[in-house]
């Protein structure tokens, strides 16, 4: 049974750090290309980043860039949404989603290409 659990979210002031963790288990982590999403209230899922299976791919929405890194540690099965600088319109429940993907250095930008998802952590950014 695959299981995505996201960690790390709370409460913070305008322009503080928060680092979001996502472990994976009942899969092999490494096949698969890790997304990161939110859904503000009364607002649809959109996307925020996404890394390939190697790592070596990024992908970002314009708003986050420069602030929000994406990372993952394959030995650890576990995917990081590093978010500084952070702004009251970041206030969303965060999920992390997989993808089962054949190449290693693809990345996915749409959620209906992912196939499994986390039950998500909430972030809210006062300020």
């Known amino acids: 049974q695959v299981q995505l659990v996201e960690s790390g979210g709370g409460l913070v002031q305008v322009g503080d750090s928060l680092r979001l963790s996502c472990a994976a288990s009942?899969?092999?982590?490494?096949?698969?290309?890790m997304g990161w999403f939110r859904q503000a209230p009364g607002k649809e899922r959109e996307f925020v980043t996404t890394?390939?299976?190697?790592?070596?791919?990024?992908v970002y929405r314009d708003s986050v860039k420069g602030r929000f890194t994406i990372s993952r540690d394959n030995a650890k099965n576990t995917v990081y949404l590093q978010m500084n600088s952070l702004k009251p319109e970041d206030t969303a429940v965060y999920y992390c989603?997989?993808?089962?993907?054949?190449?290693?250095?693809?990345?996915?930008?749409?959620?209906?290409?992912?196939?499994?998802w986390g039950q998500g952590t909430q972030v809210t950014v006062s300020s």
């Open positions: 989603a997989a993808d089962r993907h054949f190449i290693t250095t693809t990345v996915t930008t749409e959620a209906r290409e992912y196939d499994h």
């Open positions: 009942g899969l092999l982590f490494s096949n698969y290309v």
């Open positions: 890394i390939s299976r190697n790592g070596g791919s990024t």
